[in-house]
């Protein structure tokens, strides 16, 4: 090792450095000040001074003939094609995949050479029809394996040997008709292959923990658990997790309000039908008495007269959950079937106490409805104008045919929360028309123009739209005015039950 | 120290004089060391293990400055009788438990604060590439200067290991001064750490550090030291393994193991593998692809969803890989597995693994090319692959230490090709770099440029300057490296977002 002459000044990573070639510098030179002192390799200390690696290291990396020896591979003797005969198929997109390997694998037991040799002798003594397959065969094995792992998982120390009635409740969940005639003998095999290997489990398994004492030498052991981490305790930790407690308890108690509250809706829901059925019995009866005797009206008492009035008061009243005020979700004025099934199903557990706790529940909440049926569901009373205001004039509204409804109008009809509704959201207005367009009497389209209102209500407002032939009907104001029924008309030509709540409202101009 | 080359220092049976002596295939035993031929050359080497073959009498050798992956059963027939053998030293293994008692009473005496705790634990990690100034038995100098074998200098023997090992406990050198030592370095300085640190690796440092670090590299010494299985069918190739790998202890009596090339189930049987085949659908690795070309693809599997998997690659790859450890299981690592794909799936051709969260800033903690695809230019993808991710994360990483020799080899390729062909630009625009620049470019740690630089005796001190000089034959070796285009990763077919882990998973181990 030179001795040095001079002491440097220590490098800092921030010092910009000069980039030069070897023969931008004086070779005699450079060979004197390059470097010597021993390098960091990174590698264990014992095997930093092995032959072949310090052969290499000599050359200071431009070695590249030498290389490190090791044992070399061979290819394999087996048939590749036999043993990996599944073809893949190629995706044309990055896969994405989460099963585990016992999921890919299936039935975990395998045979054997010596199960396939048993196998066979069995199989020779039986009728073809009455033989085993290896499938069932590695079936129950799994099962015996699974049960005996369950039921005794320490056998290879205390020699217990689960019994054949044990393992009878996980062959049962087999195909009983393949494996039940078989299940006896094949018991007795696994008993004695289980006995052959002092009764530890026939597949060879990994060495895990068991006493920290034996086992911390043991090489074969591995795969122990970390110790979880302490995490310290702290005051503000424990009124963090006090608050997580109590929003808890609160969101169940909103939980279980719902419930009650969707359990009430289908009594009345019930009660309707009942109803329903009544009249309907009532008009058959009121049907057969008129026949009988003759008397000729129209049959308007037999239908549901003004289908549209009666549905607009009833279908409210009946459906609509009493009104929100322990419940901070907004409850969907159509239930949704799921929600309601399992409603049903867990209270008929608790019918009776729930019927009065519905009484109680419901005179408390008409008087808190006294107190609080307005919502406010704004932040601001006002809603802030948002930039500029869209486009005021009309334009004209083309028609389109869609072939599906566009995504957006299943998504669309939840009613808006309080968040939503504080963001501002423009809606696309997607008119759908069913059947072929009404006739082009009106040399000018249809127009329209959106506007924004308070509480960001969506309006959109129409003019010169088509006149139609359907007859008058009353409408809410009163006037016979020609937009007014064709703006109605669209109406009900648009509205289903989800939509009545979407944010678009329609109001006629001019 | 680079001169403790090929036949220097002789690292196997370095712990005293030993006894020596006449031997005979009937006397030679655990712990002897003789003369043995190995590829028709003569070299020591220690016997680890001795079987009884059909044709004889059989040796596991270990030869001296060779590494592990080359030991391997000789017959008597190879074995010099005719030079002396050296005998185990009987009281070798009084010392060693010494050593371990010593070192597992040294936390608990000296625990003065947790914080003085953490910084030894720090400082120590710092250490661990400084750390290979070691050799492999620290305590042979005191042996050497100053006891002569007797039974009486046992005692005193004992309190100087102790009082050096308290040392080892003190936190010691910081990171700063090292830089310093490493400028000045010389033999002195190299022997005072040497001294410092080398006692402090024992066992529960090593298991403490597992611990708090999740290191995957264990301690040499303590690894059992016999290959345990000679041959793997696995794929198309037949793998000759290097290391012990903890298999079921079973596997060690089979002449040879068969893993299922896309699950990695391992059997002992090759019914059960040929079985298992037939069931098993898994055809590339179990998760998400993150990368794909027309060449490879890489995968990304998370250790805690994919438990059974991993374990298995884990148990693979310890085959080859010497100081990976399987001490601890795989919750909190991710894998990054390369892969090749043809019409029957993707071929797993190497990985690597990542800690889910490092608090030494390592981008790699084990790395690992399948032997039947080593030397054509898969390793550098995967630490290029590396790297790219670090660069997403915006963080400059590092392989975890200590290094394999392949291992150094290849990063030391890698690093220094990159850095040339980047300082190349800056020469040619006669432009200033800082050691900061190119490690924030290459996503590279600092102190691996340094050492790159040094290791390339690129870094000199010139007219009290630092520079960089680029060697001729480094530019000359880049050209010729570059005719032969190689493959390279395309950063941006990388479909990858940094994980993200929240605390309360880190309590609970991932």
């Not at chain 1, 289908?266 to 009866?285: T, Y």
């Not at chain 1, 005020?325 to 309601?340: D, F, K, L, M």
């Not at chain 1, 409804?405 to 669309?412: N, T």
Request: contains cysteine; hydrophobic residues 30%.
């Amino acid at each position: 090792m030179a001795t040095r002459k001079v002491r440097y000044k220590k490098l800092s990573v921030k010092t910009p450095l000069p980039v030069l070639r070897e023969d931008q510098i004086d070779p005699s030179e450079y060979e004197s000040l390059t470097n010597e002192g021993h390098i960091a390799t990174g590698v264990e200390s014992a095997e930093e001074n092995e032959y072949h690696l310090q052969g290499i290291l000599r050359g200071a990396g431009v070695a590249a003939d030498k290389e490190i020896p090791v044992p070399p591979p061979q290819e394999s003797s087996l048939s590749y094609d036999d043993l990996y005969s599944q073809k893949a198929s190629q995706t044309c997109t990055y896969i994405r995949f989460s099963q585990t390997v016992e999921e890919c694998i299936g039935c975990m037991y395998d045979m054997t050479e010596e199960d396939e040799a048993f196998l066979k002798s069995y199989n020779l003594k039986r009728a073809p029809s009455a033989q085993l397959s290896d499938d069932d065969f590695e079936k129950i094995m799994e099962v015996f394996e699974d049960t005996a792992y369950v039921r005794a998982p320490f056998a290879a120390v205390d020699q217990t040997i689960v019994s054949y009635d044990e393992m009878l409740h996980g062959l049962h969940e087999l195909d009983k008709s393949k494996v039940m005639p078989h299940a006896k003998d094949i018991y007795e095999h696994w008993k004695t292959r289980r006995q052959a290997v002092g009764n530890r489990p026939l597949h060879a398994m990994l060495k895990f923990e068991m006493h920290q004492e034996s086992d911390d030498m043991d090489p074969y052991v591995c795969f122990r658990r970390r110790e979880v981490r302490q995490t310290r305790k702290t005051r503000a930790r424990d009124v963090q997790s006090a608050d997580k407690l109590k929003r808890l308890r609160k969101e169940l108690e909103e939980g279980r309000q719902l419930v009650l509250a969707s359990h009430n809706r289908e009594l009345l829901k019930a009660e309707m039908l009942k109803i329903d059925r009544a009249i309907f019995e009532q008009r058959a009866q009121l049907k057969e008495h008129k026949i009988r005797l003759g008397i000729k009206t129209d049959d308007e008492d037999l239908i549901n007269q003004k289908p549209q009035k009666r549905k607009a008061p009833e279908a409210p009243s009946v459906q609509r959950p009493p009104p929100p005020s322990h419940i901070r979700v907004p409850v969907r004025p159509n239930g949704q079937p799921t929600e309601a099934d399992l409603t049903l199903l867990a209270d008929k557990l608790a019918e009776k106490e729930n019927e009065l706790r519905v009484d109680i529940e419901k005179k408390v909440q008409n008087h808190s409805d006294w107190n609080r049926n307005h919502v406010d569901l704004t932040r601001g009373p006002l809603s802030p104008v948002h930039g500029p205001r869209p486009d005021l004039s009309f334009r004209p509204a083309k028609t389109q045919y869609l072939m599906t409804p566009p995504a957006s109008a299943s998504s669309e009809p939840e009613e808006p929360t309080p968040m939503d509704l504080d963001k501002p959201q423009n809606p696309q207005p997607v008119f759908k028309f069913r059947g072929v367009a009404q006739d082009h009497k009106m040399e000018n389209p249809p127009l329209y123009r959106r506007r924004i209102g308070r509480l960001n209500r969506l309006w959109i407002d129409r003019r010169g739209l088509p006149s139609p032939p359907s007859p008058p009907r009353e409408s809410a104001d009163g006037s016979a005015d020609v937009f007014d029924r064709a703006s109605d008309r669209w109406k009900y030509d648009n509205s289903s039950d989800d939509e009545e709540d979407a944010p678009i409202l329609i109001r006629p101009f001019r | 120290m680079s001169g403790g080359g090929a036949n220097g220092e002789a690292a196997v049976g370095s712990d005293g004089p030993r006894q020596k002596g006449k031997a005979t295939p009937d006397t030679l035993k655990v712990g002897c060391i003789a003369w043995v031929i190995k590829d028709g050359e003569p070299r020591r080497a220690e016997i680890l293990s001795i079987k009884e073959t059909k044709s004889g009498r059989q040796f596991y050798c270990n030869f001296d400055n060779f590494n592990k992956r080359l030991d391997e059963w000789v017959p008597v027939a190879r074995i010099d009788f005719e030079k002396d053998v050296e005998w185990p030293n009987p009281d070798k293994d009084k010392q060693k438990e010494n050593k371990s008692k010593k070192s597992s009473s040294v936390p608990k005496k000296s625990q003065p604060s947790k914080k003085a705790q953490k910084k030894v634990a720090v400082s120590k990690r710092e250490q661990s590439v400084a750390s290979e100034e070691q050799t492999p038995h620290p305590w042979t100098e005191f042996v050497e200067s100053q006891t002569p074998k007797t039974a009486g200098a046992g005692e005193d023997l004992d309190s100087k290991v102790n009082a050096s090992l308290e040392i080892g406990g003190t936190p010691g050198v910081g990171p700063d001064e090292m830089e310093l030592d490493e400028d000045e370095i010389p033999a002195d300085a190299a022997k005072k750490q040497r001294e410092e640190r080398a006692p402090s690796f024992s066992r529960e440092d090593e298991i403490e550090k597992l611990r708090t670090s999740g290191s995957m590299t264990q301690n040499p010494a303590e690894i059992s030291r016999i290959r345990n299985i000679s041959k793997v069918e696995f794929g198309r190739h037949v793998l000759f393994p290097w290391y012990f790998s903890p298999y079921p202890e079973a596997f060690s009596q089979e002449d040879q193991i068969f893993i299922c090339e896309f699950c990695l189930s391992y059997y002992g049987d090759l019914k059960s593998f040929v079985r298992h085949r037939n069931k098993c659908t898994l055809q590339h690795p179990p998760g998400n692809e993150i990368y794909r070309d027309d060449f490879v693809s890489f995968f990304e599997i998370d250790g805690r969803r994919q438990r059974t998997w991993c374990r298995n690659l884990c148990l693979l790859s310890k085959m080859f890989l010497d100081h990976k450890t399987l001490y601890y299981d795989v919750d909190p690592f991710l894998f990054y597995v390369m892969t090749t794909r043809d019409d029957r799936g993707c071929h797993l051709i190497g990985y690597f693994s990542k800690e889910k969260e490092s608090t030494d800033g390592y981008n790699v903690a084990c790395i690992l090319t399948l032997p039947q695809y080593q030397r054509k230019g898969y390793g550098r993808l995967l630490i290029q692959f590396s790297y790219e991710l670090s660069k997403i994360e915006g963080k400059l990483g590092s392989p975890e230490k200590p290094l394999s020799d392949l291992g150094l080899l290849s990063y030391r390729q890698y690093w220094s090709e990159n850095i040339v062909d980047y300082l190349l630009t800056f020469s040619e625009k006669e432009e200033k770099c800082t050691i900061e620049g190119i490690a924030s470019y290459l996503a590279m740690t600092t102190q691996d440029v340094e050492h790159t630089l040094q290791a390339l005796r690129m870094q000199v001190y010139h007219k009290g300057e630092h520079k960089i000089v680029i060697p001729d034959k480094l530019i000359k070796q880049r050209e010729k490296s570059k005719l032969k285009q190689k493959r390279l990763i395309d950063a941006d077919r990388i479909q990858w977002k940094p994980p993200v882990f929240t605390a309360s998973s880190r309590t609970w181990g991932w």
